[in-house]
């Protein structure tokens, strides 16, 4: 094609239209929030149990809770840092709860729960007021003063003498409470002191919650100095320190992608002005690509941008195939590479972005996040390609470089290929048979996508287990429209597991209704009071003859009469009360206004019978058994079949873009069977190696389908004819680049990232090799 070269006035104008994109992109991005928060990566869920499970690990108790051990010393020395850390850290304003062992941390809570006693306690009824239920409430109370127990009973005795304290504070003791050694909690083998401490912050503050770990460490620190060693784990840790660990590959990946790239280019072009050039449609890319994620998700997470430095070896191809297929004369290259290249490109284009849509569909917001990124940044490479280079290089790269040695060598190994194409169908044979064979080739764990050392696991499981933290994993899910709804259905799942206690068939279970009952359970133990005058007369008969007077009790009476006048607790009148922590840990509002109740089970052995307990919970409306472990691996089971599905969606979008291109439906199945082998012995090489798969690298397949159609489409475009040296340099740059960008992010210590990279990288570089094996007919000029 031939024209007359861009006047100075097209190219102003062009130049001044790309300005004007990236301008809008820098400034949607400086309004832009990033985070590294890989709650991202965990599914949404389907069901409200799931939701309800999937907001606590992203912004519940859980999401807040530090374990903390300390070792060295004697138990004298542990104990007594563990008290000065503990206190250092309540009146530090960070912490929600500090919780050591020691009785005093409860002081302000035990307070509460006394003063309201008579609404909170599960044993008063009308019949427990009468002269024959406070003489037997008395006696048993008077029984406990001989005991261990009598020495918390005698200063409430006056004021509580049938024990309604004592009834509420059992109820709230676990069924298995650290072992405590010196007034503080002690790992059961000895040797080291527990503490547990929630921050007062949101899970989702990620700052919040590096300042209250450096608060721990900062107050640790002079104890360090006496011999003392601190273990610090659980999830704001681990979300802190995967942040940091993002924001450091992030860096990485970027510096070196581009060096990487640049180096490349510059043995490729010999020119600093052509890889300057080149580096255009990348740095396009990036910033459409970041632009579009906050505008479609409010903010862009670091593993997003840490996949963009794969964006710079893809969409530095577009710069590749125009600066060395434009090389022509007096300006008008570009004419010429519109008319051969640029359909090419384009048609790669459409089905790369057709392979990165099957993401958007994700149950995952970090696999989304994902492929908004990649078809944004792909579009705005290939605009820029398609605006500004014309105006800057109407003419390509002049300077030679290593061009002609990379285009001598892959004409040679484009007419030495086609030689093996009975080999790549046998490979696949292998590779299936091998797939056929290899069971459990697909990984159902969520912990997949976790970049936490195994170390570091282990210490949190060992943490765990020493303050009995979660140890069962039995959850039972309660929901309702609103909070009466919810504590009305708790209260009755709560009856039905106490009779699995009583036949141990749970050792014990948590419940947000021995803290807070229902309005309507609070106001009838209220009505169960008697008037002042119909107590005094109970109590006459009921302390006759014993060891206590009626008149002693007369605090007893007022307390009654006071909480007879009293009114009814609901959350909001809990809010910044001491018992706000607890309440919180087991009562919530999702986003969508539905109220949650969680009653944590504790198993008698190892493993919880589930089938007893959602056999005593049959019936109740909204009341589901959540087995944390299991129910985690049914939804990323479920989320993989979905990925898989979407994949194959993506790949079917990819074969009908194909088909409509070619309109022969021999071309389609040779252009298509590059692409189906590279995705094989892929997988195969993957299982081969004994590599275990997982949703992400199902999207890396997804990646070599959308990246390799390229090379298949070249080869078949070619359509016999023989390809001169430039074109076949800028294939063989083209997919060096690619491969090597992957392979950066292989080495990525992030699984979400190196999962990928593993799949494309050799994946990119056998449909290359394949699809040039396979090339319906070789090249003449060979």
Not at 626 to 631: K, N
């Amino acid at each position: 094609m031939t024209g007359a070269p861009l006047s100075t006035r097209q190219r102003a104008a062009r130049l001044l239209l790309w300005a004007a994109l990236v301008l809008a992109a820098l400034l949607q991005i400086t309004r832009t929030s990033f985070t590294a928060d890989l709650s991202a990566f965990l599914p949404e869920g389907t069901e409200p149990r799931q939701r309800a499970l999937i907001e606590q690990l992203r912004s519940g108790v859980p999401a807040r809770t530090l374990m903390l051990g300390i070792e060295g010393g004697d138990a004298t020395q542990r104990a007594a840092a563990s008290r000065r850390l503990a206190a250092a850290l309540r009146a530090s304003g960070l912490f929600e709860q500090v919780s050591n062992g020691e009785n005093d941390a409860w002081s302000e809570a035990g307070q509460w729960l006394f003063e309201r006693r008579y609404a909170l306690s599960p044993a008063v009824t009308p019949e427990r007021f009468g002269p024959a239920g406070l003489r037997d409430a008395i006696d048993e109370t008077v029984s406990l003063l001989g005991t261990p127990a009598g020495a918390a009973v005698r200063p409430l005795l006056d004021r509580d003498p049938t024990g309604e304290t004592l009834r509420i504070a059992e109820g709230l003791i676990p069924a298995r409470a650290p072992r405590s050694e010196q007034g503080v909690w002690v790992a059961r083998q000895g040797g080291r002191a527990l503490l547990l401490a929630i921050v007062r912050a949101p899970g989702a503050d990620l700052d919040a919650q590096a300042l209250a770990i450096e608060r721990i460490r900062h107050e640790f620190a002079p104890l360090a100095r006496e011999g003392l060693t601190l273990l610090l784990s659980g999830t704001p840790r681990f979300a802190v320190d995967s942040r940091a660990q993002i924001e450091r590959e992030v860096h990485w990946l970027a510096a070196a992608g581009t060096l990487l790239m640049g180096a490349l280019l510059v043995v490729a072009f010999a020119s600093p002005a052509a890889l300057l050039v080149a580096l255009i449609p990348v740095a396009s890319g990036v910033l459409a690509g970041i632009a579009a994620v906050s505008l479609a998700f409010g903010q862009v997470h670091g593993v997003t941008l840490g996949f963009g430095s794969t964006l710079i070896g893809e969409a530095v191809d577009y710069a590749i195939y125009y600066l060395i297929q434009t090389r022509g004369q007096g300006g008008t290259g570009w004419r010429r590479w519109l008319a051969s290249g640029w359909p090419t490109v384009r048609l790669g284009l459409l089905t790369s972005v057709c392979g990165f849509a099957a993401l958007l569909f994700s149950g995952f917001p970090g696999l989304a996040q994902l492929g908004v990124f990649s078809i944004a940044g792909l579009l705005g490479a290939a605009l820029a390609t398609r605006l500004a280079l014309p105006a800057l290089m109407p003419d390509g790269a002049r300077g030679m470089g290593a061009r002609r040695q990379l285009g001598r060598a892959a004409r040679a190994g484009v007419a030495w290929l086609p030689r093996t194409r009975w080999l790549w169908p046998a490979l696949g044979v292998a590779a299936a048979v091998l797939l056929w064979q290899r069971p459990g080739l697909w990984e159902a764990e969520l912990s997949s996508l976790s970049p936490i050392p195994p170390q570091e696991l282990a210490l949190e499981a060992s943490l765990r287990a020493e303050l009995a933290s979660g140890e069962g994993g039995g959850l039972v899910v309660v929901q309702g429209g609103d909070a009466e709804t919810v504590l009305q259905r708790a209260e009755t799942a709560a009856a039905r597991l106490e009779t699995l206690v009583d036949r141990r068939v749970l050792a014990g279970f948590d419940s947000i209704t021995r803290v807070l009952p229902s309005v309507a359970t609070q106001r009838a133990r209220l009505a169960s009071l008697p008037e002042p005058a119909a107590l005094r007369t109970a109590l006459a008969d009921a302390t006759r003859g014993g060891p206590l007077r009626a008149e002693r009790l007369e605090p007893f009476v007022a307390a009654v009469a006071a909480a007879r006048q009293g009114l009814p607790e609901t959350p909001q009148s809990l809010r910044g009360t001491p018992v706000a922590p607890l309440v919180d840990a087991l009562l919530t509002q999702g986003s969508d206004g539905t109220w949650t109740a969680l009653l944590p089970l504790q198993p008698v052995g190892a493993a919880l019978d589930t089938a007893a307990v959602q056999q005593a919970l049959a019936g109740l409306p909204d009341t589901q058994l959540l087995d944390i472990g299991s129910e985690l691996r049914r939804m990323y089971t479920l989320y993989l079949h979905e990925a898989g599905v979407q994949a194959l969606l993506g790949g079917l979008g990819v074969l009908l873009l194909i088909a409509a291109a070619l309109r022969d439906p021999r071309r389609v199945l040779a252009t298509c069977e590059p692409l189906a082998l590279a995705v094989l012995l892929t997988v195969g090489g993957l299982a081969a190696l004994g590599q275990p798969l997982g949703i992400l690298h199902l999207v890396g397949l997804l990646l070599v389908v959308a990246v390799g159609s390229n090379y298949a489409l070249f080869f078949d475009l070619l359509r016999g004819r023989p390809a001169d040296d430039d074109t076949l340099a800028s294939l063989a740059l083209a997919n060096l680049t690619t491969v090597l960008s992957f392979a950066l992010l292989a080495l990525s210590d992030i699984p979400a990232l190196s999962a990928i990279g593993r799949v494309v990288a050799p994946g990119a570089l056998l449909a290359l090799l394949i699809a040039a094996a396979c090339a319906p007919k070789p090249p003449a000029r060979l």
